[in-house]
């Protein structure tokens, strides 16, 4: 065969040798590499399940493991944008702005050129009132996408504010509203929740105790026959003892008159 007869041939030696070697470096550089892109791969599995995790924390209310979940994914897997929306959306609801700014700032920093984070980050910075710092980065997002309507809109609304600032409508206050009334409505279902629980206490403690008092009567109804039972005792003892003494009487008469 040819391909063997290549590999048999002196002349071509050198040749042999250096394919070895390329080979031999090859196998090592891939085997140097595969396990830290297995490993990658792992952790981005990883963060995609805690991200779906803490979506199912937030549909049952478990706000800070969803929180948490989050915040783990963002470690595992840096380049995941959905652990910053939703940890930007936390800070946001909680009133921690400049957390949220932050947040939104560290994501374009690990997921550079992404129009959905520079434009999130310039509704932040508008609303902080940094006009400024918003058209900088809606600047960025057009960049991106150029032709984008919403994102010309919104620069509009930056220009436009940034001269007239007492005219802006800013949500945060309405934020502020919604979040202190369900904040009052989650205390007050606290408070039911806990009164609920401590009449139910309450009730089984007191049918704990009834149960208590039925198991004591009969005891009680027992003693009082052992005590009726006595006196009836002592009256018996008092008649044998009363039957006796004129019987005994009788034999002392009898004995007296013997002699």
């Known amino acids: 065969m040819p391909f063997l007869a290549y590999y048999k041939d002196p002349k071509k030696k050198k040749l042999q040798i250096i394919e070895a070697v390329l080979a031999v470096v090859g196998i090592a550089v891939m085997l140097w590499l595969l396990p830290p892109a297995l490993e990658k791969r792992q952790r ?7 991200c779906e995790f803490g979506h199912q924390m937030i549909e049952a209310g478990s706000i800070d493991a969803a929180k948490q979940s989050f915040a783990k994914a963002m470690e595992l897997d840096p380049e995941l944008l959905t652990p910053y929306l939703e940890l930007g959306a936390f800070a946001y609801f909680e009133g921690e702005y400049d957390k949220e700014i932050e947040i939104y700032r560290q994501a374009i920093k690990n997921i550079p050129d992404t129009y959905h984070l520079h434009y999130i980050l310039a509704e932040s910075l508008f609303f902080s009132k940094d006009f400024d710092g918003a058209i900088e980065e809606i600047d960025k997002a057009l960049i991106l996408e150029p032709d984008n309507a919403i994102a010309k809109n919104f620069r509009a609304r930056c220009v436009k504010y940034k001269q007239h600032p007492e005219q802006m409508f800013d949500p945060r206050k309405r934020n502020k509203e919604r979040r202190d009334e369900l904040l009052k409505n989650a205390e007050q279902e606290h408070h039911h929740e806990h009164a609920r629980h401590s009449g139910e206490g309450e009730a089984a ?55």
Do not use: F
Request: proline share 6%.
């Open 44 to 50: 981005i599995a990883d963060a995609v399940e805690l």
């Open 205 to 259: 403690s007191e049918a704990h105790e009834h149960q208590h008092e039925g198991e004591a009567q009969p005891e009680a109804h027992e003693h009082q026959q052992e005590g009726e039972a006595a006196p009836e005792a002592h009256e018996h003892q008092h008649e044998s003892k009363a039957e006796a003494a004129p019987e005994a009487h009788e034999h002392q008469h009898e004995g007296e008159a013997q002699p």
